[in-house]
């Protein structure tokens, strides 16, 4: 039973930078998709960045050119680099995998049936 640890969440000002990481520990199988997602009270849970297990990416336009997403060399981490964080990225952001193949990963809720708990990013103006 994979499990996922969220960690990295703050708080800073518009313009800065975080990285968030994803612990997983148990099996993980190969191949697999690993994603961040965000979201905000009453809104919908939002796809920002995914990977499958073959380094393929995607993102959302919201974020591109601004969030990367990497694994380690173990790829036991999950990492989310954000940089010129914007007030509109505050949000909870979590962690998702699945040993799911899709040779380009997408942010679709449904496809991760593994969760982290989650970790907030707050970002002021």
């Known amino acids: 039973q994979v499990q996922l640890v969220e960690s990295g969440g703050g708080s800073v000002q518009a313009g800065r930078s975080l990285r968030l990481s994803c612990t997983s520990s148990?099996?993980?199988?190969?191949?697999?998709?690993m994603a961040w997602f965000r979201q905000v009270p009453g809104k919908e849970r939002e796809g920002v960045a995914s990977i499958n297990s073959g380094g393929v990416r995607t993102y959302s336009d919201s974020v591109k050119g601004r969030f990367t997403i990497s694994e380690d060399g173990g790829k036991k981490t999950l990492y989310l680099q954000m940089n010129s964080l914007k007030p509109e990225d505050t949000a909870m952001y979590y962690c998702a995998y699945d040993p799911l193949y899709r040779p380009i990963p997408r942010l679709d809720s449904g496809d991760f049936r593994v969760w982290g708990q989650g970790t907030q990013v707050t970002v002021s103006s």
């Open positions: 148990g099996h993980r199988d190969n191949p697999y998709i």
